[in-house]
């Protein structure tokens, strides 16, 4: 049988893929009509370039990580320079760079998930 409608190609084209609401997130896979269940926004296959953001969503989980890293390294440097008998005022000095870090780490990982799906753009 030949698709006729839009509504006909979303329906066929749901019933294969999984496929999340570019609103809410919720799996369409299987959907019966052209309206997330979840959300109630109206839905519609379109066409659309792939997206030269292609790279950005692991550019930004490889720069948070390098973040993490960076942290960890911190850590242990902190931990080391305590058992060789550091100063308070250098253990203070590094704590802090530690709190910043730890701070802009959060507000990274805060942005990524807040922009995820701008991040990663459309997909083929
Ligand atoms: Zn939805």
Redesign the pocket.
């Known amino acids: 049988m030949a698709l006729t409608s839009d509504s006909e190609f979303l329906r066929a084209w749901l019933g294969g893929h999984d496929v999340p609401?570019p609103?809410?997130?919720?799996n369409l896979r299987g959907l019966p009509a052209g309206v997330?269940p979840?959300?109630g926004?109206s839905l519609r296959l379109t066409v659309t370039a792939i997206s030269s953001k292609r790279w950005s969503w692991p550019i930004a989980i490889g720069t948070l990580a390098g973040m993490a890293a960076f942290q960890a390294l911190l850590a242990v440097s902190m931990v080391t320079s305590w058992l060789a008998g550091a100063s308070i005022a250098d253990l203070w000095a590094d704590l802090l760079v530690s709190g910043i870090m730890l701070v802009v780490i959060a507000g990274y990982l805060h942005v990524c998930i807040k922009c995820r799906r701008a991040i990663r753009g459309a997909r083929p």
């Open positions: 609401c609103v809410c997130g919720y997330c979840e959300c926004n």
